[in-house]
């Protein structure tokens, strides 16, 4: 085992990546070589709307926002919590600008991948290839309910069905951010929170 496996951030990867799908120690060792660590403060940013992506992390502590700017106000798309894989793949992907900004809410710890090393251990590491395919399958379901959910449901639904399916965000998340996500104000927030006993 290298000493990479015995630090907590990276232990919290291993425990991420097996979330999906099981990867042997070898492959692990080989994916944990190609990773390193960043620290953010609270209000600095991982992305910014216009630059291009070029790593993508897994966040081991802390609390990022993904928001766009809409009509000279701030919408918050989503947040990565802890043990959240985080990136802008519409960016990172294709190597186009962001369209959004990823910003620590909360001081992180963020272990990082470079999109050298990430192609490279897609193409030889099937472990961590196969883990790509769960991970993409997975949020694109997570993205698909969600769309459905701004568009169908109504702001109570909306609520109902986030306390069910995702409750982190309404448990550890501010106010101000769980409700942008649902497209409600933090007052009608705060009625629901009230009147489900949350």
Not at 48 to 71: D, P, V, W
Not at 107 to 120: G, L, M, Q, S, Y
Request: some cysteine; aromatic content about 12%; proline content about 3%.
């Amino acid at each position: 085992m290298t000493s990479k496996m015995e630090n907590p951030a990276y232990r919290n990867i291993i425990s991420g990546i097996s979330r999906f799908c099981a990867i042997g120690d070898e492959e692990m060792e080989e994916i944990l070589e190609h990773c390193f660590i960043t620290k953010l403060k609270r209000n600095e940013y991982l992305l910014k709307e216009g630059q291009i992506s070029k790593k993508i992390g897994f966040l081991a502590t802390g609390q990022i926002r993904h928001y766009y700017t809409a009509n000279d106000h701030e919408v918050t798309r989503w947040i990565s919590l802890q043990h959240d894989f985080v990136t802008s793949l519409r960016s990172f992907i294709p190597q186009i600008p962001s369209i959004e900004n990823l910003q620590a809410i909360t001081p992180c710890e963020v272990v990082i991948i470079d999109r050298k090393a990430f192609n490279a251990l897609i193409e030889k590491n099937q472990g961590f290839k196969n883990f790509y395919i769960k991970a993409l399958e997975y949020n694109y379901i997570v993205i698909e309910d969600r769309v459905f959910s701004l568009i169908e449901k109504s702001a109570e639904e909306r609520f109902e069905w986030m306390s069910k399916n995702q409750r982190r965000f309404i448990q550890e998340v501010p106010v101000m951010y769980t409700a942008s996500m649902l497209g409600i104000t933090p007052r009608h927030l705060s009625r629901l929170r009230k009147k489900f006993s949350i």
